[in-house]
């Protein structure tokens, strides 16, 4: 499955509907990074949300730097914080 | 040529909007507003759709469980330690009277209007017992639970509430289940295995459902999964995942567990019928530590973790009826 990316800010309501979910794919990531199903209905979400196009090597180093961030947080964390949740992992991009 | 009319004795009926109910599932007719053939079949595919934002970011928050899509409720949770509470009307969320007890990992259950939050973390790694109870208005502290403890899940209602799990800190897990009268709360028969951050939900105490979370530090995770009847657990069919953090909603007849963590995130939906659990649409961004409120056909996934602490809402719709438009080739 070919996919785009973009990054865009989530407004909250309506930003994506179930009617957007059923019609193509969608994948938010850290960083305001969406993954986005290359089809017609995803085109046309990406013009609604005004997403900023990236290629899949700049979406993929946007992730990569909110992923390090949340990882040293977590190195930093008390041992009873790590006991309980589990340090952040690195994600690619489908 | 030949007509419907011809065929059939009868005209296709016009409609100007497009039915909703279940009753009306194999109809077909005329949209006189999209001047379109339709035809209705059952809605047997869900979806998550994005909601308003919280004004506050957070994980590990609490939510009224038995909350609805239209009437939610959250509370507390970290990202530093969280007092805050929100009110959901469908659309936007707005900020309310604060927790008395700032606190992460707490437990929630009832109503917008008649909310219940109880345990949770008020310290790095320090626990408490203390319960409150929200009129709609504000806050009010009630008889603290018997177990102090955070990473606990709850069900039910304000006068008949449910907190099971949790841990006191370290490698402690707890089983410890206690119900709530609207007064005090009692001990009642343990989980048979002990875990803490599982996905909890129940619209009642009577249908209230554990599934996953953590049994030792590291990335323990279970799939196990227990329903409570009112008096004891049961061991039921296991999720497809093992996983921790995730949110839930709905009942142990018809319930949804969602995110957390399987170790890496996840965005993964399950559905429970009772008997089995069923992988369906996932959310559009993966997070653990997750709240969940509402029905297994009307949801809301709130905050989370994604690692970032995350403001989002998504709201899951399994609809009656879908509509489909009848095309020509």
Redesign the interface.
Same mark, same amino acid.
Not at chain 2, 47 to 53: L, T, V
Not at chain 2, 305 to 308: T, Y
């Given at each position: 499955m070919a996919n785009k990316y973009c990054t865009a800010n989530n407004w909250g309501k309506d930003f994506f509907t179930h009617e957007e979910r059923n019609n193509f794919y969608l994948s938010g990531q850290p960083g305001n990074v969406w993954v986005v199903g290359d089809n017609t209905h995803g085109d046309a979400w990406i013009a609604k949300v005004s997403g900023v196009s990236k290629t899949q090597v700049e979406a993929q180093a946007i992730v990569d730097a909110e992923i390090a961030t949340a990882q040293a947080a977590w190195d930093a964390e008390s041992d009873e914080h790590k006991a309980l949740h589990s340090r952040p992992t690195d994600i690619t991009l489908p | 040529m030949a007509t419907f009319k011809g065929i059939k004795g009868f005209t296709v009926q016009t409609l100007s909007s497009d039915p909703t109910t279940v009753d009306s599932v194999g109809q077909f007719y005329f949209n006189s507003t999209s001047n379109t053939f339709k035809y209705v079949q059952p809605g047997t =595919?869900g %979806?998550? &759709?994005?909601? /308003? &934002?919280l004004n506050t970011a957070r994980n590990s928050l609490g939510a009224a469980q038995a909350g609805t899509q239209t009437a939610g409720l959250v509370f507390g949770g970290e990202g530093s330690l969280k007092n805050e509470t929100e009110e959901y009307n469908g +659309?936007?969320w707005s900020e309310q009277n604060n927790l008395n007890t700032a606190r992460a990992?707490i437990a929630g259950a009832g109503i917008q209007t008649a909310g219940l939050g109880f345990g949770g973390s008020p310290t790095?790694?320090g626990t408490t017992a203390v319960t409150e109870e929200y009129n709609g208005t504000s806050w009010s502290e009630q008889n603290d639970l018997n177990s102090a403890r955070y /990473?606990l899940k709850g069900g039910g209602i304000q006068t008949a509430a449910l907190a099971f799990a949790g841990?006191t /800190?370290?490698?402690n897990r707890l089983a410890v289940t206690e119900k709530y009268d609207g007064t005090s709360w009692t001990e009642v028969n343990d989980l048979n295995t002990a875990r =803490?951050?599982p996905g909890g939900l129940g619209l009642l105490q009577t249908n209230s459902l554990c599934a996953g979370g953590?049994t030792s530090? /590291? $990335?323990n995770y279970i799939s196990n999964v227990e329903i409570f009847d009112g008096t004891s657990w049961t061991e039921v069919a296991n999720t497809n995942a093992n996983k921790?953090g995730a949110g839930g909603a709905g009942t142990s007849t018809d319930g949804i567990i969602f995110g957390g963590?399987i170790?890496?995130?996840t $965005?993964a939906t399950e559905a429970y019928n009772g008997t089995s659990w069923t992988e369906v $649409?996932?959310l &559009? #961004? &993966?997070r +653990? %530590?997750l709240a969940g409120a509402g029905t297994g056909s009307l949801a809301l996934a709130i905050g989370g $973790?994604?690692? %970032?602490n995350s403001a989002? +809402?998504e709201e899951w #719709?399994l609809?009656d009826v879908v509509i489909k438009t009848v095309t020509t080739s």
């Open positions: - | =595919v %979806a998550w &759709a994005s909601g /308003g &934002a +659309t936007s990992s790095s790694g /990473g841990t /800190g370290g490698s =803490v951050d953590n530090p /590291g $990335a921790h963590n170790p890496s995130l $965005a $649409a996932d &559009a #961004t &993966a +653990t %530590a $973790a994604q690692p %970032a989002l +809402t #719709t609809p």
